[in-house]
């Protein structure tokens, strides 16, 4: 008899074959994925260099100075992530939770939708005029607003699992916990991350709003711009929410696709 | 208790199962799903639970591994009652393989055989060489199908891996439910002739749910026909089952044609083949290990009333039309005996 730890088997049958699989794999990323980054990295350059060489009021020239506006910027970013961060720690518990006892599926369900329902503007006032402003009572008023997108993708990624495989995981013998972090969580990482996303960008877009109870962020820019109407700071303020909301969601994009398993991309 | 548990569940040869009026009662029913069941499995047989869709057989099986709690009832795998082992590791050590498949889409072929090994924590050079030997055994060439997902596969070859996984940790029985229901015909056909090949060398314990009397046919050791309710109608080897039915229930679930039918069971062997014929143009063969409806199927085609038996290129026998009909004339006489007798006695679940 042949001793096998002289000769593995996994080793001989190797060389060649591996390489025959692997064109099958698609590629993770390919160029198409970075005409968003191009793009918005032209729309900021042109907008600087328009600000750079334009004929701008003194005042302007004095509120948009690149600190003030990195600033902003980065107090911006600051606020979408915490907000996703706290919509996440929410919302993903919460499905789970919908998926496993049905009967809270409608009452959660009612509560993100009335978050959602709810002037935007509205919730950042009743959350200052309860507590206080600043930088987390928005994020707390946002994180109600944002909810909705993720809790239901949540839900529907978890549910859209063919059955079928669920019951093979249980039937195997995993554990209750096992199926769901084993299984259930990592399928459904691309309909979750979807709704991720969407929160990401409605964060981006609406933190503004959180100028009124002084959350900081591009809004201070934004919003002075609207009433003192500077409408070359406004404008500049709004294209570079939107392009940080672009930009988020796509690195988003990039995230959702590191984190979905091979077998599904 | 459940270290004796564990010794016997792991052993690779099959257990006996026994059921003990074993009953499933849903909440807000007034029928039972299952109505006090009772049955024995020996060990290492082929028991195909085989009944009209909602009659209670996946409801049965799925109580075995308590996929489904019994209501009432008791069920024993060799001598442990299941009621009194934890779930999720009764499961662990039985097979399981069901129509839909359920690979995981997201972990390799090699994972995805490698989960029950994984989860009896086994070290990682026994599982690499495990599932190496289970591609083998399922006609996968390892190195090439190892590290594929389970989207790259063909239906046959996933079932494949279905039976694959189910069987990584040599559990003594398989729970399988309608586990050839979603491939095409040929394939479903070479399947059934693989696994049936796999189990003359494994042994294990099955219990097998269909609801297709021709596949209940060719796998079971014995069938259980069931109607509604899990009551058995008739539980018996296929060819009493074909021979002599209990009663009319079981009599339209074989359906016409039983005697053809009873012909796919009756493989070839040297020993009642009739001797030699020389080879003539446009004679037909069969291979040794067909069955006798193949050799018929042949005979009818060819317009021939011989078939020669093959062995190894050779001719080794012969089947002839003639004896066929000879037999047919004493089966039927013996059958006509055998539904007189039944009658006399008078079958009171009929």
Sequence with gaps: ?265 | MSERTNRHLESGAGLPIKLIDVTKTYPGMTVNAVDEISMEIEAGEIVVLVGPSGCGKTTTMRMINRLIEPTSGQIFIGDDDVMGLNEVELRRRIGYVIQQIGLFPHLTIAANIALVPRMLKWERKRIAERVDELLALVGLEPGDFRDRYPRQLSGGQQQRIGVARALAADPPLMLMDEPFGAVDPITRERLQNEFLGLQEQLKKTIVFVTHDFDEAIKMGDRIAVLRAGSHIAQLASPEEILRSPADDFVAGFVGEAATLKSLALHRLAKDDLAPPVEERAGLPEVPLGASLRDAVDAMLESGHDVVRVMENGQSCGSVRMSDLLARGSKAAANGAAARAGSAETGDPSS
Excluded at chain 1, 51 to 74: G, H, P, Y
Excluded at chain 1, 128 to 145: N, R
Excluded at chain 1, 165 to 178: E, Y
């Design chain 1, 1 to 265: 008899m042949v001793d096998p730890s002289i000769t593995p088997p996994t080793e001989t049958t190797r060389p060649g074959r591996t390489a025959a699989v692997s064109p099958e794999r698609p590629r993770l990323f390919t160029w198409r994925d970075f005409v968003i980054p191009l793009v918005v990295a032209a729309a900021v350059g042109a907008e600087v260099y328009y600000l750079n060489t334009a004929d701008l009021s003194k005042i302007v020239e004095a509120q948009m100075t690149f600190d003030r506006i990195m600033d902003s910027t980065v107090e911006h970013i600051q606020l979408a992530l915490a907000v996703t961060g706290l919509v996440l720690a929410i919302a993903i518990p919460l499905g789970v939770a919908v998926t496993r006892v049905r009967w809270l599926e409608p009452v959660a369900l009612l509560v993100a939708n009335t978050g959602q329902a709810v002037p935007s503007i509205g919730l950042v006032a009743i959350v200052a005029l309860l507590w206080d402003i600043g930088f987390w009572p928005v994020v707390v008023a946002l994180t109600l607003f944002a909810v909705l997108p993720v809790l239901r993708n949540t839900i529907v990624g978890l549910d859209q699992i063919d059955l079928g495989i669920k019951d093979a995981a249980r039937g195997m013998g995993m554990s209750p916990s096992g199926v769901l972090f084993r299984v259930e969580l990592p399928l459904a990482v691309p309909v979750i991350a979807a709704g991720a996303r969407t929160a990401l960008v409605l964060a981006v877009a609406t933190i503004p709003i959180g100028y009124f109870v002084g959350a900081g962020g591009l809004g201070d820019q934004l919003m002075q711009g609207i009433k003192l109407s500077r409408n070359q700071q406004m404008f500049a303020a709004a294209l570079f929410v939107a392009c940080l909301a672009l930009i988020l969601d796509w690195l988003g994009g990039v995230v959702e696709r590191l984190l979905t398993p091979a077998g599904i991309r």
